[in-house]
């Protein structure tokens, strides 16, 4: 989802959490033009990258699927995979090569989807949903996004089972500091709270000195129960 918001007007709280799909590339901004907001207008965009994953294996995260094929060979990765329900899950984790060559491809068509917004230069305002982490969403501006000018990279870890979480990449100087609101869900096993994130609250100075505060939100997938995706 693309929204281009006109200046002035009023701080505003937006509430963000599609996704974007797209075709054809415009070529990167020359290094000698890094796009800046500036106004009349900010171009905002929200992105689910579905599964933008580091290669190394955190214990502290069910990230077996996406990890090189040589750290998958020992006993105790197959014994993990093995406890996957689903045939299709458990396959994954057992044999895809989630390996450098297999990253860089997949960080370099996300640039390529970014660059179709505001002309090839990207939006001012990029919010993201399935990063596994920081340093993973760096490593992405710093090497595919890097002539586009985005100088604020946000992400605060969360409590989903498998570390996806929701992020930002932003021209837009940060107002305050950015907080991670964990949704206090009633009646619900403690299992399918681990299956879900919370919602990213950050506000951003405008051009015209003005607020935008944004909340970024990754609902569960329609098959969790209602009251996780409310």
């Known amino acids: 989802m693309i929204r281009k918001i006109s200046l002035p007007f009023f701080s505003f709280v937006i509430l963000l959490f599609f996704s974007m799909t ?10 000698a033009e890094v796009p800046k907001a500036t106004g009349p207008t900010v171009t905002v965009m929200t992105y689910n990258v579905e599964n933008l ?7 502290k995260k ?21 406890k996957i329900a689903k045939k299709f899950w458990r396959d ?11 990253l860089d491809l997949k960080m370099d068509r996300l640039a390529k989807v970014v660059r179709q917004v505001n002309e090839g230069k990207g939006p001012d305002l990029l919010f993201l949903q399935e990063v596994e982490n920081k340093d993973v969403l760096k490593d992405w501006n710093t090497r595919y996004l890097k002539d586009l000018g985005y100088s604020q990279v946000g992400l605060i870890e969360g409590s989903d089972l498998r570390g996806i979480d929701v992020a930002f990449l932003s021209r837009l100087p940060i107002k305050g500091t950015p907080q991670l609101h964990k949704i206090p869900f009633k009646n619900i096993k403690q299992s399918q709270k681990q299956d879900t994130r919370g919602i990213l609250q950050v506000s951003f100075q405008l051009p015209d000195d003005q607020t935008l505060t944004v909340f970024v939100v990754h609902f569960p997938a329609p098959f969790h129960p209602a009251q996780l995706r409310a």
Do not use: R
């Open 22 to 31: 797209a075709c054809s590339v415009p070529p990167k901004a020359p290094l």
């Open 53 to 59: 994953f580091d290669l190394k294996d955190d214990p």
């Open 62 to 82: 069910a990230d077996e699927t996406f990890l090189p094929i040589e750290l998958k060979k020992s006993e105790a990765h197959q014994v993990k995979c093995q």
């Open 92 to 102: 994954q984790c057992l044999h895809w090569n989630w390996n450098k060559e297999a």
